[in-house]
């Protein structure tokens, strides 16, 4: 590094999104980020190229427009290479998914943010996750064990946790297992294809299904 770093307030209107960027976010997720920021500051700087093109930030510009905002921090990184540039795009939004929660030290921390009366959406937690965290016997309680079941039994059970289920045992390995449930679950249902298995799975235990995933199926 050529140089030591420096914060910068550029215009919002200057910042220019990376038209590559794989990161997606939802305006839920926008809504969530200006909340936050709107509650904490805005103590993540954006990380720009020389031109001002994002690098790492998205969601937070996206954000700063939504609360009207004019300026935001950033820091410049013109000392990547434009390889460097595309490869950081990613790593930046990949590595913090590596890692993992202490559940127990999670619960603890909401737990006690609960006790003094703390908006416990701000920390980017739903309810459902929340509760789960704050009462983890409650839910192994309500849980499914679906150890001993086969893969069709496993569809055949009502419960949240088939959503889950779906994501977590649709691998490589168990694929022809996954497509042959999906195909005896369709059959009984009087369902035509795979897409309208899950549709139906994830209606029935009310996850909406939205316009747009059916005019893609």
Known sequence: MSKKQQLEQIAVESLIPYARNARK???EQVAQIAASIREFGFNAPVLVDAENGIIAGHGRVL???KLGLAEVPCVRLSHLTDTQRR??????NKLALNAEWDEEM??????????????LNLT???????????????????SVDYKDK????????YDESIVRQIVL?????QYDSVI???????????????????????????YAISERTTEES
């Open 87 to 92: 490869a950081y795009v990613l790593a930046d």
């Open 124 to 142: 980017g937690f739903n309810g459902d996750v929340i509760e789960r965290f704050l009462n983890p016997e409650e839910s192994e309680e309500a």
């Open 63 to 65: 954000a700063a427009r």
């Open 25 to 27: 976010h939802s305006d």
């Open 180 to 206: 042959d449930a999906l195909g005896d679950y369709a059959e009984k249902n009087g369902l035509s294809n795979n897409t309208e298995v899950i549709n139906h799975l994830l209606e029935t235990n009310g």
């Open 106 to 119: 999670l619960g603890l921390e909401l737990s006690e943010l609960r006790e003094v009366d703390f908006d």
């Open 169 to 173: 045992i649709y691998s490589v390995t």
């Open 150 to 157: 086969t893969m069709a039994e496993r569809f055949e059970t």
